[in-house]
T-cell receptor, first 114, second 112 residues
Framework: EPEVTQTPSHQVTQMGQEVILRCVPI?????FYWYRQILGQKVEFLVS????????KSEIFDDQFSVERPDGSNFTLKIRSTKLEDSAMYFC????????????FGQGTRLTVV | GENVEQHPSTLSVQEGDSAVIKCTYS??????FPWYKQELGKRPQLIID?????GEKKDQRIAVTLNKTAKHFSLHITETQPEDSAVYFC???????????FGPGTRLSVLP
């Protein structure tokens, strides 16, 4: 069964450093998402991406965050200058088409900012 | 934007009993309502979903009901088993975009 894959599974970084979280969505999917889950809390929407541009973003997704799909397969989330409060599990998700609305989640990247 | 509330935040049931989790949403234009199960340290996985043109959907021990007028939907798990223990999230799709808004989650514990 096809699945969304994320790398790395765990990343530890110094406060102020840049991190890039990588995702490979399911190959024929067209809509891509990043979500964040702080330990023990709800899954929070960050950004959605379609047709090589951001469709929507939440207020969490400020200027420190960016996304891109550099090569038609990878979908990356960059945090330019990490803060302690960025420590969370980051999930990538993809959807085949807008009407086929099941979202498939990757296994997540646990980001720890120290 | 859409706001999804979920109750209870924690739920403990005896094995074999039923569990019910309720969610409300704010945007009357939302039309797709999935339920995700998240086991400890794992990704959320879809267990059942319902679209706004349907009032109820069932899949073996799991059912979801939707009341569009009241803007609430519920997950029903019958004959609960220990492996049903997990955090369950409801979600609603904002009809003005592709964003899914998640509820805060319910931690279900099924006691043997």
């Amino acid at each position: 069964e096809p699945e969304v894959t994320q790398t790395p599974s765990h990343q530890v970084t110094q406060m102020g450093q840049e991190v890039i979280l990588r995702c490979v969505p399911i190959s024929n999917h067209l809509y891509f998402y990043w979500y964040r889950q702080i330990l023990g809390q709800k899954v929070e929407f960050l950004v959605s991406f379609y047709n090589n541009e951001i469709s929507e973003k939440s207020e969490i997704f400020d200027d420190q965050f960016s996304v891109e799909r550099p090569d038609g397969s990878n979908f990356t989330l960059k945090i330019r200058s990490t803060k302690l409060e960025d420590s969370a599990m980051y999930f990538c998700a993809s959807i085949h088409t807008f009407m086929n609305t099941e979202a498939f989640f990757g296994q997540g990247t646990r980001l720890t900012v120290v | 934007g859409e706001n999804v509330e979920q109750h209870p935040s924690t739920l403990s049931v005896q094995e074999g009993d039923s569990a019910v989790i309720k969610c409300t949403y704010s945007d009357s234009a939302s039309n797709y309502f999935p339920w995700y199960k998240q086991e400890l340290g794992k990704r959320p996985q879809l267990i059942i979903d319902i679209r706004s043109n349907v009032g109820e959907k069932k899949d073996q021990r799991i059912a979801v009901t939707l009341n569009k007028t009241a803007k609430h939907f519920s997950l029903h798990i019958t004959e609960t088993q220990p492996e049903d223990s997990a955090v369950y999230f409801c979600a609603a799709r904002d009809n003005y975009g592709q964003n899914f808004v998640f509820g805060p989650g319910t931690r279900l514990s099924v006691l043997p």
